[in-house]
């Protein structure tokens, strides 16, 4: 133990690197997320080399926004607008997430596929309970542009 971190032996630390990493949070997120829980001597340039090497963030990093953002209107009631993503893979898991733009509520639901008809399944049963939404608002993302989502 270093304080109330754990020390990590030569031979773990890069499956615990791997661990760290799996949210693609960049450098910065991930030193914090280790240094937090676990050290051992050259740690800093241990996550820097990882980050530098993955090709997943260095997608992310350099790519310039879409667009530049803007201000959603405040919706008048509850349910009115709903945000929905993934969330994952966290521990080999992805989840549904849909947030009420008005209250705030966060729905997040474990998915076993992330396929257009698999969230269209879990989006019905929440409409069940809630009502239907006026308006939906994704990334756009593959399960949310196919046709079937449409």
Known sequence: MCGHRVVIPDSCRDKV???LHEGHMGVVKTKALAWSYVWWPG?????EAA???CTVCAAVADA???HAPRLWPWPDRPWTRIHI???GP???Q??????????KWIEAIKMNSTTAKAVIKELREMWARFGLPKQVVSDNGPPFFSNEFR
Not at 43 to 47: G, K, M, P, R, T
Not at 94 to 103: E, R
Request: aromatic share 6%; glycine share 4%.
């Open 17 to 19: 690197i791997k661990e």
């Open 43 to 47: 740690i800093d340039e241990a996550v």
């Open 51 to 53: 980050c530098r090497v």
């Open 64 to 66: 310039p926004p879409a």
């Open 85 to 87: 993503d993934f969330l």
């Open 90 to 92: 966290i521990a080999g």
């Open 94 to 103: 992805t989840f549904l997430i849909v947030v009420d733009a008005q209250s």
